[in-house]
């Protein structure tokens, strides 16, 4: 059986029997992978550590060709976004995080980039309390690195620039319209909104929170990553209104 070695983050990890565990990680080289850890359970496990949700970790695990599950031979703690007293803003935020990636991300398809997203965003948010901004741009680049998001930069009818005047988004078709030709017809994006979508294409995640959205924006671009996100995965997230209360207060 190969032993393949991997740069991880630890998605979600569920009982195997009485000491075990299935983990389910991304990771950088080979994708979402599931293997189980043997023994993890138990008080003097190597593993135990290393393999709680949204560790970064290095990774060693047996994959036999054909199937879904491997097992885990050996992980190296590199970091816990999670072990140095989080606040809940922080547990809320990272654990949403987790799910879009469990959720948008299939077995075994690599995708090196939504890995890069992913522990860039647990770093801003640990650098910087997790707020609006840093769960639109999250999920923004999720979609977008997964091939779900529409080019929301032009209208789809005339070719005219949408960033100054907003736009109006068709989300089922994936168009996308002007003022003019949309006729107030489909889902608003206000001119705020619509221009941090271009500066999100421009600037890492720590430097886009640097300048918080205004709560107009925000709003505008809450409803067009969650309406994406619905259609493409047919479910709400559960973290989602968890995260939400923790970020609005409503």
Avoid at 48 to 71: C, I, K, N, T, W
């Amino acid at each position: 059986m190969p032993v393949y070695e991997a740069e991880a983050i630890v998605l979600r990890q569920y009982s195997l029997g009485d000491s075990d565990r299935i983990v389910v990680c991304i990771t950088r080289e080979y994708g979402k992978i599931r293997a189980a850890a043997q023994g993890v359970k138990k008080p003097k496990s190597r593993l135990s550590g290393a393999l709680e949700p949204l560790s970064h970790v290095r990774l060693e695990f047996y994959m036999r060709e054909g199937r879904d599950l491997g097992q885990v031979r050996q992980a190296e703690l590199i970091h816990s976004f999670l072990g140095r007293n989080p606040s809940l803003k922080q547990v809320y935020a990272f654990s949403y995080f987790a799910e879009i990636v469990n959720e948008i991300i299939q077995d075994n398809q690599p995708n090196p980039s939504l890995f890069r997203l992913l522990l860039a965003s647990l770093k801003a948010g640990e650098e910087r309390v997790p707020d609006p901004s840093l769960a639109r741009y999250f999920e923004i680049w999720s979609l977008k690195l997964s091939g779900l998001l529409p080019n929301y930069a032009y209208c789809s009818n005339c070719g005219k620039c949408v960033k100054d005047d907003g736009f109006y988004a068709w989300v089922g078709s994936g168009n996308v319209f002007c003022p003019e030709c949309a006729r107030g017809r489909g889902l608003r994006i206000g001119p705020e909104a619509a221009s941090a979508l271009q500066d999100m294409n421009r600037f890492p995640p720590e430097m886009f929170m640097s300048q918080p959205l205004a709560e107009d924006a925000a709003a505008d671009l809450e409803r067009l990553t969650q309406r994406l996100l619905e259609l493409h995965l047919e479910k709400q997230l559960k973290s989602y209104r968890i995260l939400r209360e923790a970020l609005t207060g409503q």
